[in-house]
């Protein structure tokens, strides 16, 4: 997997978004069998405000992109996601799916 992170500054706001792709095979199953996992986030609205809600991993892109109004809030903002995303790919890389299978019962 691999995580992308924009950052730009422009008329005064911190803009920082994230782009993630690039799953393995691996990671995909392990998706497909466990569910995505969700990161909080924060976005701006078209109307300028802030919009926060957690995403599923694999729908986070240039769309979910959040102002700042210092370089500090942003770079914290930046770490806390990057944070999140290590987490909850470390504990799905983790799981193992001890349930699925196929078994012929005689009755």
């Given at each position: 997997?691999?995580?992308?992170?924009?950052?730009?500054?422009?008329?005064?706001?911190?803009s920082?978004?994230?782009?993630?792709?690039?799953?393995?095979?691996?990671?995909?199953?392990?998706?497909?069998?466990?569910?995505?996992?969700?990161?909080?986030?924060?976005?701006?609205?078209?109307?300028g405000?802030?919009?926060?809600?957690?995403?599923?991993?694999?729908?986070?892109?240039?769309?979910?992109?959040?102002?700042?109004?210092?370089?500090?809030?942003?770079?914290a903002?930046?770490?806390?996601?990057?944070?999140?995303?290590?987490?909850a790919?470390?504990?799905l890389?983790?799981?193992?799916?001890?349930?699925?299978?196929?078994?012929?019962?005689?009755?």
């Open positions: 997997m691999k995580v992308t992170v924009e950052r730009q500054l422009s008329g005064g706001v911190y920082v978004l994230f782009k993630v792709g690039d799953f393995t095979p691996e990671e995909l199953q392990k998706m497909g069998s466990f569910g995505v996992p969700t990161i909080k986030l924060q976005w701006l609205s078209p109307n405000g802030q919009i926060a809600g957690a995403i599923a991993l694999n729908q986070i892109n240039e769309r979910y992109k959040a102002g700042f109004t210092s370089q500090q809030a942003a770079k903002f930046e770490e806390n996601v990057l944070g999140q995303i290590r987490e790919m470390q504990s890389r983790e799981r193992k799916d001890d349930f699925t299978s196929s078994s012929e019962v005689a009755i």
